[in-house]
Nanobody, 127 residues
Framework: QVQLVESGGGSVQAGGSLRLSCAASGYTYSRYCMAWFRQAPGKEREGVAAVDSDGSTTYADSVKGRFTISRDNAKNILTLQMNSLKPQDTAMYYC?????????????????????WGQGTQVTVSS
């Protein structure tokens, strides 16, 4: 079965950096779209960044220029490099995977597009 395991979360001061990783197994990783979502307390889950099987990437406006998503198809690893972190980036971050029949920015960043999810890793940014 599909398994996604996130790591790399933690606490950091505003302006700092963190690197999240997601180890995937149980499916043909290279064929699936992979994405990062986040959810803060009392808020809906929102798409942060996605990378399709062909390497196409999509970012939420709130993280453009600060976050970078990448995938290693040889190691089945998805990463999210987060720089210039802000307190509003504080949330639980989730890795997601699925095969998208049609890729678009809105589809790639919609939680409903994905059936497979990791357990999440907490990111806390203090001011």
């Amino acid at each position: 079965q599909v398994q996604l395991v996130e790591s790399g979360g933690g606490s950091v001061q505003a302006g700092g950096s963190l690197r999240l990783s997601c180890a995937a197994s149980g499916y043909t990783y290279s064929r699936y779209c992979m994405a990062w979502f986040r959810q803060a307390p009392g808020k809906e889950r929102e798409g942060v960044a996605a990378v399709d099987s062909d390497g196409s990437t999509t970012y939420a406006d709130s993280v453009k220029g600060r976050f970078t998503i990448s995938r290693d198809n040889a190691k089945n690893i998805l990463t999210l490099q987060m720089n210039s972190l802000k307190p509003q980036d504080t949330a639980m971050y989730y890795c997601a995977a699925d095969w998208l029949g049609y890729y678009s920015d809105s589809v790639a960043l919609s939680p409903g597009s994905y059936n497979y999810w990791g357990q999440g890793t907490q990111v806390t940014v203090s001011s």
